[in-house]
């Protein structure tokens, strides 16, 4: 059975970096049929892509994002990561780590809130 | 980037009714199109994908149609678990993108 489980800092300051780590089971992210995704739900508002990542390590992300967000792959843990810099309260959402596969997004983690606040 | 719009925003309902939720893309998404039921303080869960297809393990009261730019969810006899709120998503274009929600209440 294929498990997600996110993981880091709850709180992050204004201004500094939002670290977070996904780590998979049943599934693994060398596999050349998915996308390793990170998702994320202001409260209130829709959920926003942020991007993905390929098992090349191509990675692609919202345009809206992208000067702040770095997806990486860790193959010998099975884990991906997320990094967001110079976060703001507009940062303050529940991430949620993902598959992607065959255009679908069929297995999510249980999401972790992170608060941008001083 | 394509915008999805939902419809309505929310819904009041009764257990055995039969439901039906709007999708709208702002352009063209083929059959790109995936829907979710997400339940409070839980993560979504992929109910329909490629705008028909049941997925694995979801009731076969849940069917989803469309093409194209529109799009609806069907639940064809509620069941008290299904109150929850209802996201539509495309996958044909990068950002994928979410509709803002329908919450279905009792």
């Known amino acids: 059975q294929v498990q997600l489980q996110e993981s880091g800092p709850g709180l992050v300051k204004p201004s500094q970096t939002l670290s977070l780590t996904c780590n998979v089971s049943?599934?693994?992210?060398?596999?050349?049929?998915?996308?390793w995704s990170w998702i994320r739900h202001h409260p209130g508002k829709a959920l926003e892509w942020i991007g993905y990542i390929y098992y090349t390590g191509s990675a692609y992300y919202n345009p809206s994002l992208k000067s702040r967000v770095t997806i990486s792959l860790d193959t010998s843990n099975n884990q991906f990561s997320l990094k967001v810099t110079s976060v703001t309260a507009a940062d303050t959402a529940v991430y949620y780590c993902?598959?992607?596969?065959?255009?679908?997004?069929?297995?999510w983690g249980q999401g972790t809130l992170v608060t941008v606040s001083s | 980037d394509i915008q999805m719009t939902q419809s309505p925003s929310s819904l009041s309902a009764s257990v055995g009714d039969r439901v039906t939720i709007a999708c709208r893309a702002s352009q063209s998404i083929s059959t790109y199109l995936n829907w979710f039921q997400q339940k409070p303080g839980k993560a979504p869960n992929l109910l329909i994908y490629?705008?028909?297809s049941l997925q694995s393990g979801v009731p076969s009261r849940f069917s989803g149609s469309g093409s194209g730019t529109d799009f609806t969810l069907t639940i064809s006899s509620l069941q008290p678990e299904d109150f929850a709120t209802y996201y539509c998503?495309?996958?044909?274009?990068?950002?994928?993108?979410f509709g803002q929600g329908t919450k279905l209440e009792i």
């Open positions: 049943g599934a693994s992210i060398g596999s050349d049929a998915y996308y």
């Open positions: 993902a598959r992607v596969g065959y255009s679908k997004i069929d297995y």
């Open positions: 490629a705008a028909s």
């Open positions: 998503q495309q996958s044909h274009n990068i950002p994928y993108t």
